[in-house]
């Protein structure tokens, strides 16, 4: 079955240090998304991400945060300049339709720690 | 903005006993999605409901939408052990575009 892959699985960074959290989506798969979840706490939607730009962004991807397609498979996800309330767990997923139609594949996550 | 809201938060039963967990959007949806995530996982798609008063089964699993698209319940038979970890249900939207909002989850844990 396909999966959704990312790394690393963990990451440890220093706060106010850049980190990159990378992805590769499902290959026939268009849309692209960034979750966070917070250790026990709900999944939140930070951005999703379609033909090469933000389709939509939540109030928490903020200017700290950047998305990327480099090279037409990697999905990478760039936190320029940490803080410890970026410590959660980052789920990146994919999906063949918008909006999730038919649902999401996650990935198995970064744990990203800042310390 | 949108928000999507689930109980109960936790529940403990039986081995054997039935579960259920509700979830209510504070805006219509277009689609609801739930999805189960074992402890130290990652979300995994369970399964989608569109239709209004849509009634959907997996096996021991039955998954309703409301009349009013705005509600959906997931009903588990006869627990096991596997069923472990928490139950997400999903709120899409069109005026959200692509964005799925999630409820907080239910954990859901089973005694042998």
């Known amino acids: 079955e396909p999966e959704v892959t990312q790394t690393p699985s963990h990451q440890v960074t220093q706060m106010g240090q850049e980190v990159i959290l990378r992805c590769v989506p499902i290959?026939?798969?268009?849309?692209f998304y960034w979750y966070r979840q917070i250790l026990g706490q709900k999944v939140e939607f930070l951005v999703s991400f379609y033909n090469n730009e933000i389709s939509e962004k939540s109030e928490i991807f903020d200017d700290q945060f950047s998305v990327e397609r480099p090279d037409g498979s990697n999905f990478t996800l760039k936190i320029r300049s940490t803080k410890l309330e970026d410590s959660a767990m980052y789920f990146c997923?994919?999906?063949?339709?918008?909006?999730?139609?038919?649902?999401?594949?996650f990935g198995s996550g970064t744990r990203l720690t800042v310390v | 903005g949108q928000q999507v809201m689930q109980i109960p938060q936790y529940q403990h039963v039986q081995e054997g006993e039935d579960f259920t967990t509700y979830c209510n959007s504070s805006?219509?949806?277009?689609?609801i999605q739930w999805y189960k995530q074992r402890p130290g996982g990652h979300p995994v798609f369970l399964i989608q409901l569109v239709k209004s008063g849509e009634v959907k089964k997996q096996k021991r699993l039955t998954f309703q939408f409301g009349e009013a698209k705005k509600n959906s319940s997931l009903h588990i038979t006869a627990t096991q052990t596997t069923d472990v970890g928490t139950y997400f249900c999903?709120?899409?939207?069109?005026?959200?575009?692509?964005?799925?909002?999630f409820g907080g989850g239910t954990r859901l844990m089973v005694k042998p």
């Open positions: 999903a709120g899409g939207t069109n005026n959200a575009g692509n964005m799925l909002t």
């Open positions: 997923a994919s999906s063949e339709r918008a909006g999730g139609l038919y649902g999401y594949t």
């Open positions: 805006t219509t949806l277009s689609n």
């Open positions: 290959s026939n798969h268009l849309y």
